[in-house]
């Protein structure tokens, strides 16, 4: 296994939360006639406008690796145990208290996941906190299941094990199986990358995966296009653009790293995507950073990174809790 699998995922997730921020809601069409190859905020001369270009600077994460962090927190306040209260709770610091953010401040919270911190606040066990409705299959989960699958992959858990264990951490927000079943592609598709560093063969790994053991036919269905053996050879039209949706992140996150051969193209090239850039940028960066590790993440890039050091730190007292 990549000794350093938590950092260099961990900070690949950071870098495409943040290249992604200034450029997120803009159109694909948009997105590309910028031609985006440097991280970029709101202290620069930008040739755009978008929701995010003149509020936040550049290097700054968003809520995806802020909430991500917040559950790999609390892995390591629990000294390696899954406490769910503890992690629902450092969600509340996120957004109530500006921990675990960039700037001190949180922002970027989604529909789905304020409802699901709410029902907590009110009193809901923390598993039964995440939206259950179709319609709550928002890439809120997997955005932040970085911990959750590295717990599963170091702790060396069967398949059985880890769909329910994944399945848990999604339904702390988003409760619906498809967004579980999404969480686990990437966990499995994360854990054979993190034996072979090679794409291609963690694609064909998630392919051998008898899914109707786990998961309704309909949830399978949704995820089609992802375990069909030429989704290397579809064209990028073919992923929709409204990728706030699960689905579309991971499959844009996939495809990015499936068609591309260093972590600077496939991060840009999921970027490119448009519209949920942080997220895409996010999922896509940490498969990535697990492929060619923190050495191929571009110097120009890391220098700009707000709080690495934190980061770096996180990741380290992580990884000691499986130290044997």
């Not at 769910?84 to 953010?101: H, R, V």
């Not at 392919?207 to 309704?216: D, E, G, K, T």
């Not at 999922?283 to 110097?299: E, F, M, R, S």
């Amino acid at each position: 296994m990549n000794q350093d699998l938590t950092r260099n995922a961990l900070i690949g997730s950071a870098i495409g939360d943040a290249l992604g921020v200034p450029v997120e809601f803009l159109s694909r069409e948009e997105v590309r006639a910028i031609g985006l190859k440097d991280m970029i905020g709101c202290y620069d001369a930008l040739p755009f406008t978008s929701w995010w270009s003149y509020r936040i600077p550049a290097g700054a994460w968003s809520d995806d690796t802020s909430m991500l962090i917040a559950g790999m927190d609390a892995i390591i306040t629990e000294n390696g145990n899954l406490n769910y209260e503890t992690i629902m709770e450092n969600f509340l610091s996120w957004w109530a208290d500006g921990k675990y953010t960039s700037l001190d401040a949180a922002f970027g919270l989604g529909y789905t996941v304020s409802q699901a911190m709410q029902r907590y606040r009110a009193g809901r066990p923390a598993l039964e906190c995440g939206g259950t409705d179709l319609h709550d299959n928002g890439n809120g989960a997997l955005m932040r299941i970085l911990p959750f699958s590295l717990y599963a992959i170091k702790k060396q858990m069967s398949e059985a094990e880890t769909v329910d264990l994944i399945g848990k951490a999604s339904s702390l927000t988003h409760a619906h199986e498809i967004s579980k079943m999404s969480c686990f592609l990437y966990t499995e598709f994360l854990r054979n990358l993190s034996i072979t560093a090679d794409p291609h063969q963690a694609f064909d790994h998630i392919l051998q995966i008898n899914y109707n053991a786990y998961f309704s036919p309909e949830t399978i269905k949704a995820h089609e296009k992802i375990l069909n053996p030429d989704f290397l050879y579809i064209q990028d039209s073919e992923i929709s653009e409204k990728n706030g949706y699960v689905v579309p992140t991971l499959e844009s996150a996939l495809y990015s790293l499936l068609t591309t051969e260093s972590f600077e193209d496939a991060v840009l090239k999921s970027i490119n995507m448009g519209y949920d850039t942080d997220t895409v940028g996010c999922v896509t960066g940490g498969l990535a950073g697990a492929v060619y590790g923190y050495d191929q993440i571009p110097k120009r890039w890391l220098c700009k990174l707000i709080k690495r050091d934190m980061l770096e730190k996180m990741a380290d007292d992580f990884d000691q809790l499986f130290d044997v």
